[in-house]
């Protein structure tokens, strides 16, 4: 696979700084899966996090911390087990057992959509266009989804309030911006309008997180919108 | 623009400086602590990192009581998981930001994170790691903080305030004062210095 749209560093940095919303981080966490470049740049950027860290002007703490701390040590097992609410390493489990079988689906992902893309239940939404809400996380006012695009169907031009990620699970689109294919993420700030279109004689599926509803610039979509929840 | 700058940089003389040389090394500590369960070692890393960590937890927003609480639990961990920790993989100080960070994430926002530092803990390989990449992470972090510290007072400041202490642009824009496009060419200019300074090849910077 290779991928030529990446994540901005604005995006990569809040990632960073854990200071995105649940379904954002979500798709960052996707990408960065299968994105050596992304991860190797989230990891210089934790790198710079964690030497802020080292040199930042400490805090007081309290006389006894270090002693009451010390105290808990004899408490903790050794060696650590994860306890089955560390949803993390849950996903991760149930994820390494399908790592074989279903490379189109992000490990992040595999805790909240089917195994197979071809077991979505999909909701038809528009002509060509079908839509699967992703349920089980934050979504503040935004939306975390998979859309199906049917071949040469375009998503009617709109715009964001505030972050839209895109990325590529099958097949490809091509927008105002470029083409993007399978692993590829499309990283859109509010400033930007587009009308995606899947350009190639097979579905394009992606999965989508925006923090707020998209803006759209038609009516009859924005009517689409009203009823289907997207 | 370039006044206010001169200005600011005069009233701050903080930000970064590569005081590192004081300092013990951590990721022997951390190796002590994980093999021996050497308290000695792992009081050296409270001492260091506990007031710090309660810093950065204060920052982002707790109350006092909630940042040292934050904080203990902190390094309680990375007690519990010392054990798990690889210099191959990270230097002591981005082990100890991300276990930092992600409890912030889990308690404090009551969210679920999707960061994988935990993979050293399930014992997938990392099939992404360069195989010519054999300095170690201690050193690596090393070389960015050389790098930064190369920095005018600036972008370091702005470097920090977006990616530390979760700032968005608009937000930092609003606390030095200086208009947003100015933040954002600020830290364009910081990635730029960095890649030019340590050889990083790819990935769009901002």
Known sequence: MSIHHHLSDTTLGAFTAGTLIETISLVVASHISIC??????????????????????????????LQKTMIKLGKQELPHVFSPANTSSLSSSRGAALNVCNPE??????????????????KPIAPGIKFFAIEGLKTANGTLSLLKIA???????????????????????????????VGDIADLDSDIKHQPIADTS????????????????????RLVQYFSGM | MADKDVVMNKQRQIVLEPREKELPNFSELLINVGQNQ?????????????????????????????AEELAQQTLLKVWRKAQLFDPEKAA?????FRIAR?????????????????????????????????????????????????????????IRLSFYDGLSHSEIANQLEIPLGTVKS???????HLRKNLHLESGEMV
């Open chain 1, 105 to 122: 689906v992000p490990k992040p992902l595999r805790a909240y959509i089917p195994d197979r893309l071809e077991d979505v239940e999909w």
């Open chain 2, 186 to 192: 600020r830290i364009r200019l910081a990635f730029g």
């Open chain 2, 102 to 158: 992600n409890l912030r994430i889990d308690t404090l926002r009551k969210q679920k994170h999707f960061f994988d530092d935990d993979y050293d803990l399930e014992g997938i390989v990392d099939e992404q790691e360069d195989v010519e990449d054999k300095v170690s992470r201690e050193q690596k972090s090393h070389n960015i903080t050389l790098a930064l510290s190369a920095l005018p007072q600036e972008q370091t400041r702005i």
């Open chain 2, 38 to 66: 050497n308290k000695a070692a792992f009081a050296d890393i409270f001492q260091h990192f506990a007031p710090r960590v309660k810093s950065y937890m204060l920052k982002l927003g707790s109350v006092d009581e909630v």
């Open chain 1, 36 to 65: 050596p470049d992304c991860r190797k740049r989230k990891d210089q950027l934790e790198t710079i996090g964690g030497i802020q860290l080292k040199i930042a002007e400490p805090a007081g703490v309290s006389s006894d911390a």
């Open chain 1, 151 to 181: 071949p040469g169907v375009n998503i009617p031009e709109h715009g964001h309030h505030g972050i839209e990620l895109t990325q590529v699970l099958k097949g490809s689109f091509s927008d105002e911006i470029g083409r993007f294919g």
């Open chain 2, 92 to 96: 002591a100080s981005t082990w100890i």
């Open chain 1, 202 to 221: 097979e579905a394009c599926i992606c999965l989508i997180a925006t923090e707020a509803p998209l803006k759209f610039t038609s009516l009859l979509p």
